[in-house]
């Protein structure tokens, strides 16, 4: 039942009491009467009815379902993970009976998939949240966010139903509960394999497929662990079979994605490269590429790795490998498991094989007890590495994590003064690095389309093209050669 304004504080007990049966409050809260029950009700400040009489022209509309009542409006913010999620909720959903609504105002429930992985991301989501929570329709919040920090999320949203990034395969049961007003919970932590499992691209020309949950890592930073846990890898042939179902179904880029794709396997006697081998063997028209990895488990594969590379077209040659600072001293506070050294080798060692190689990496700036030596470090690093992509974040303490609890913070104008030089460092490195692209031809396929066509190239080069979208689809491959060039992309036109 939906909620409007507030509940007039002088309505008698009966009333009261006949209002939280309607409400469902009376069977899911522990209070020993109505006017406690009430008095909770309220203090949970939803937008609640203006009087207890508008319950008489509810329970009417209540007789008379609207027309598309079970309808689900989904959302997802964050990583490719939470991208994969949210496509097999919505397939799970689908084949359970439940029509997906094409804008929040025709869905009858929200179902939002969060991440908790930034402090920025993080403000946008509870700012959603809020919104949704307004709307007087029964919310499912999903993702990392409820698993890694429950108590804020109950705190914003207490009648929401919480699934986490573990129990998607429950998502009819959660769903189907919030839809009879009852809340449910599904935080445990199931070993199912998030592969083969029924799903609604978002791109139908992109398939993004989930290796492992969790990690092997203690990083101080992190909150996603929270939401994750250990590294649990999925098996090479159930992985094969989800992408080869996918290139069936038209997919042109496939994206292997996981908490991190370094330590792959290594719970269960196989690793990364193994898997790369086993998905470029894969008859079909597709490019893979290989997400997030962390450096601490190069030493021990780059070779193999960049041998894979260097022997596979189907592979983009692209790798994510963040490296989030340049100094020992903070690698070490951070808990990376990894020196800048390692990274620089990685870098190095991939080159060598193939020296149009994109590398992205993160850089968090302003960590606690970084000093101006420190951040001089990274800018060395970045300056001998001459990275193509980095992803720079001011640092921001997650609840829960180890470095939230960590003395001598670095201020926030000091920060951003930081920020705002590896920016101009990592701009003028990306923009020196796709100079090197210009009068380049080849193929790429187009993978999306709006405003103007774009797509990727086989180094997972960006590339805008000056075309009319109007004339590719998705999926589309066509020769282009690049005429200009920017810190973000390359340029290009359709040639024959």
Known sequence: MAFRNRINLTIP???????????????QCAL?????????????????????????????????????????WIEAYGC???????????????????????????????????????????HKMVHRIKQLSKTGKPLVIAGCLPKADRAMVESLSPMASLMGPHSIDRSADVVGSAF????????????????????VRINPVVSIVEIASGCMSECTFCQTKLAKGWLYSYRIGDIARQVRDDVSAGCKEVWLTST?????????????????????????????????????????????????YARNDRLFRFIHMPVQSGSERILRKMKRGHTAQVFSE???????????????????????NETEEDFQRTLDLL??????????????????TESARMKNRVSSQVAKERSARLTKLVRDIAKKRNASWKGWQGEIVIDE????????????????????????????????????????????????
Not at 184 to 195: F, G, I, M
């Open 346 to 368: 990685a870098v190095k060692t991939l080159r060598a094989k193939m020296p149009d190689f994109t590398i992205s990496t993160d850089i968090i700036v302003g960590f606690p």
């Open 449 to 496: 389309l709006g405003k103007v066509a774009q797509g990727r190239n086989y180094a997972y080069k960006s590339v805008v093209l000056a075309d009319k979208p109007d004339n590719f689809k998705l999926g589309e491959k066509i020769r282009v050669e690049v005429y200009d060039f920017s810190s973000f992309s390359l340029k290009a036109r359709a040639i024959l």
């Open 80 to 122: 490719s993970a939470s991208m994969a999620d949210s496509e097999m909720i919505t397939g799970l959903l689908k084949n359970a009976g439940y029509e997906i609504a094409s804008s929040r105002k025709e869905g009858s429930l929200n179902l939002i998939v969060t991440c908790s992985v930034k402090d920025t991301t993080e």
């Open 260 to 308: 991190d794709s370094g330590c792959y396997g290594r719970d269960m006697g196989t690793n990364l490269a193994e898997l790369l081998r086993a998905c470029a063997g894969i008859d079909g028209d597709f490019k893979i590429r290989v997400g997030m990895l962390n450096p601490q488990y190069m030493p021990d594969m780059i070779g193999e790795i960049a041998d894979v």
């Open 13 to 27: 007990s009966w009333q009261k009491t006949r209002y939280l049966k309607k409400t469902g409050f009376l069977n």
């Open 32 to 72: 020993p009467n109505a006017d406690r029950h009430y008095m909770y009700v309220r203090s949970l400040k939803p937008k609640l009815i203006e009087s207890i009489h508008l319950i008489k022209r509810q329970e009417k509309e209540e007789e008379e379902p609207a027309k598309g009542k079970e309808k689900v």
């Open 180 to 199: 009879s007003g009852n809340r449910l919970l599904a935080l445990e932590d199931s070993r199912v394999a998030k592969v083969n499992i029924p799903r």
């Open 383 to 400: 300056n001998e590495t001459q990275p193509d992509v980095v992803n720079i974040s001011r640092y921001s303490a997650r609840p829960g």
